[in-house]
């Protein structure tokens, strides 16, 4: 006879299994429900978020196209990719979507930054999801500091800014990284997986670096913790991507081609040659030159986080036991570093005139829980000098929202 831990473990069911769907969908995901519910490390993320969001909102200006959307309420994003965009927007304004009456001119309307509240909320639920995935439900409130980036990355300053624009993209980022998350049942995770990033690109195509990036974060933990699913992990997000990416340009982009000079001009990848080599090393010039500006004046900070990765591949390498298994782990775990790193700026550095702007880096959130995390894994051996690195990469998030929200307030001003 089986028992409930047989039937959690094999991703069915019985008919005589009482729990709600929630807790049943929990289960297949080893999340406890219970977590969920009002505690001081969701109120302390919370609270924080909404603390780091103040500036943005004070700052109280229209970003780029918010205020022609503000004055005739278009939407268009379905011309560049993401017609997703389109129908959460206008369902969030009570309007339908596939109706008739939304003609052009008529649709969004200014909600000031409520947008930009439902965003943080939407991010906060996500984080909060993987810091009890990343520490197996044992939190404490260092460990929540680490997931903080996810919200408090320096580039994802511009992403808050927009009013309107905002909510699809903290969505997006919502669905990259559940699409990431492992299911024990493996039809669910993988059909699942690719309809959720699908849903992640329609919404914002910059998410899928998000995917790669998290997936890459969770290889990462699994290796770490010398556990045996990281072949699992990663076969079936490797079939995910490929199924969403299919979805996308397969079915999406044919019922909304992408038009207009910007998307034409943004979108085109390079062909294959020698002088598009390039090309890409321009690009990528271009994108080390971006990340590096906001190590700016902090480098002894990354400094020391390069300390506490050092020692969690000291702690991965030291729970191996041949030579084999300690070359092969440090050569996966560095495989790890450069995926993430990679991730951030993914496919922009094969196109001919990517847009390296600061909000499609939305991955270098994923890359600063990382460096956050190993500082948290480095505790027990360096627990003061990894705790103020938290708190001071705490404090630099802050400085640099509230540096941004007085210079954008004195501009409005």
Partial sequence: ??????????GQ??????????????????FDLSAFKPNGHILFLLALSL???????????????????????????????????????????????????NLPGQGLVDTGYLFQLLSALVL?????????????????????????????????????????????????????????????????????????????????????????????LLVFKELVSDRSGTKKLILHNIVKCGAAIALYLGVVLRWYPPKGGYADEHSELLSISVDSLD?????????????????????????????????????????RHTLRQKVLIVFALMACIGSLTLSN?????????????ARALIGYSIFLIFLMMCAEMSRKRLSVFAQTLLLIMTYKSLFVVYTYGAAARAQTI
């Fill in 1 to 10: 006879m089986k028992t409930n831990q047989d039937t959690i473990a094999t």
């Fill in 13 to 30: 069911f019985k008919p005589s299994d009482k729990r709600g769907w929630t807790q049943k969908m929990a289960s297949l995901y080893d």
């Fill in 51 to 101: 603390v780091y969001v103040t500036p943005i909102i004070l700052s109280d200006r229209y970003h780029i196209d918010d205020l022609g959307r503000s004055i005739s309420g278009f939407t268009a994003w379905e011309l560049v990719g993401r017609p997703l965009s389109n129908w959460i927007l206008l369902l969030l304004n009570f309007q339908l979507p596939w109706s008739s009456a």
């Fill in 124 to 216: 906060i639920l996500v984080g909060y999801m993987y810091l009890l995935k990343l520490y197996d439900g044992r939190v404490d409130f260092f460990k929540t500091l680490t997931v903080f980036p996810l919200i408090a990355s320096p580039f994802a300053i511009e992403n808050f800014a927009y009013r309107f624009d905002s909510i699809s993209m903290s969505l997006s980022i919502f669905c990259a990284m559940t699409a990431a998350l492992h299911c024990k049942n493996r039809i669910l995770d993988m059909c699942g997986g690719a309809a959720l990033l699908a849903c992640g690109l329609c919404l914002y195509q910059s998410s899928f670096n998000v995917f790669i990036a998290a997936t890459t």
């Fill in 279 to 319: 090309v890409v090393a321009q690009n990528l010039h271009r994108y080390y030159e971006i990340i590096f500006t906001d190590l700016g004046d902090f480098k002894l900070l990354y400094f020391g986080f390069a300390a506490c990765i050092a020692m969690a591949f000291f702690d991965a390498v030291s729970r």
């Fill in 345 to 357: 700026v993914g496919i922009l550095i094969f196109l001919k005139s990517p847009v390296f702007q």
